[in-house]
């Protein structure tokens, strides 16, 4: 296959957590509980459902190709200006574009290794060299990051919360590592847990420290239950966004996407009834953890990651969950091979895996 370049021959790509079909398929269980990919367990918010089935009569008519109606509101939501934001195909597709608008191809990304696996993906298929620091005690290691930074760091790139460890790093370490990063470096501020954590004191929200190199990525897919459709947005300087927008193809996100966006965002009773269900949640897991004596990771999103004593006990309690009809995320492809994540779900899912999981542990 001469046509494949070898950066693209080599790319491991990104694999999805297994789905409720597949499971269906494996071992056919009598119930299906998936708590593996951080969706929002309470389906998406009415007034998006509504929003997105009367724009099913629109779709014969190509959407608004800067989407100006979403755009507006998220600027006024978040006082800045039209200009300042940018919509997208999940706040991925933005990642996507941002890769293709910014980076020559002698240029280096650089992030941290146990983070969310698309930032890897979308690096290495552009054939730039990716610098990966490690954790430390599960967490970003901000020093390490800009110590590592070269005359050739293009883009950093940090979740906050991160995924999968559900760690976050603190406004002090954000302030004293803002000042180690060089003008002409992009920092790609990854907020897509955001919601679970912006009213914690010590949560560096970004929008509250607008800098010129920063960019803010928000997600619909996370606290309002639109992952399926695609939905996503970010915060930049102006001649950022503006070069991104050149950039990015002209009819996305789709019209569909753009009003689900639009709605969910008023729906504010649905945030809110989510981030409660999601705080009980985390400390059914706590309790639960604690009660088996299972390390786990103190988490500010939608998820816990337990950590094992190996892959084989991450393997072996994974297999025994989805014979239950249980689906949670072991990690070995973000490189933490003794960990699983599992995301909150209902109650009464809850319930069902905390039954099944004292049983079979
Ligand atoms: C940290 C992080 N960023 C981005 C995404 C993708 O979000 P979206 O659905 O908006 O593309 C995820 C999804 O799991 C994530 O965990």
Do not use: W
């Amino acid at each position: 296959m001469p046509l494949v370049p070898q950066h693209i021959k080599d790319l491991i790509p990104y694999k999805a957590g297994k789905s409720i079909e597949e499971l269906h398929k494996e071992y056919n269980p009598q119930r299906i509980v998936k708590l593996a990919s951080n969706e929002n367990p309470m389906g998406p918010s009415p007034k998006a459902l509504e929003a997105m089935h009367n724009s099913l009569n629109f779709l014969n008519r190509y959407p608004n190709p800067s989407s100006i109606d979403l755009r507006e509101a998220l600027a006024k939501r978040f006082d800045v200006k039209i200009e300042n934001v940018i919509t997208g195909h999940g706040s991925e597709g933005i990642m996507s574009v941002i890769m293709r608008t910014f980076l020559l191809d002698d240029e280096e990304a650089l992030t941290s290794e146990g983070t969310f696996i698309g930032f890897r993906v979308l690096a290495q298929s552009r054939g730039i060299n990716l610098k990966m620091v490690p954790l430390k005690n599960y967490r970003i290691d901000l020093i390490a990051i800009a110590e590592n930074i070269t005359a050739k760091t293009k883009i950093i790139y940090l979740a906050n919360p991160n995924n999968p460890t559900g760690t976050i790093f603190t406004v002090k370490e954000f302030l004293e590592f803002k000042e180690k990063v060089p003008a002409n470096v992009l920092v790609i501020l990854d907020e897509a847990y955001f919601e679970f954590c912006s009213g914690d004191p010590v949560y560096p929200d970004s929008m509250k420290y607008r800098l010129d190199n920063v960019i803010t990525l928000r997600t619909y897919s996370k606290a309002y239950g639109l992952a399926g459709i695609r939905i996503g947005y970010g915060f930049a300087h102006h001649e950022l966004i503006n070069n991104l927008m050149k950039v990015k193809l002209p009819f996305e996100p789709s019209i569909t996407a753009q009003v689900a966006g639009l709605a969910a965002m008023k729906d504010q009773e649905f945030l809110d009834t989510y981030l409660r269900i999601n705080r009980e949640g985390i400390q059914i897991l706590y309790k639960l953890f604690e009660e088996t004596g299972i390390k786990y990771i103190e988490s500010y999103a939608n998820f816990v990651t337990i950590i094992l004593d190996s892959e084989e006990r991450v393997n072996k309690l994974n297999n025994d969950l989805l014979k239950q009809g249980v689906i949670v995320r072991p990690l070995k492809a973000f490189g933490i091979s003794n960990a699983i994540r599992i995301n909150t779900g209902l109650p009464d899912e809850m319930d069902y895996f905390v039954k099944v999981f004292k049983k079979v542990f």
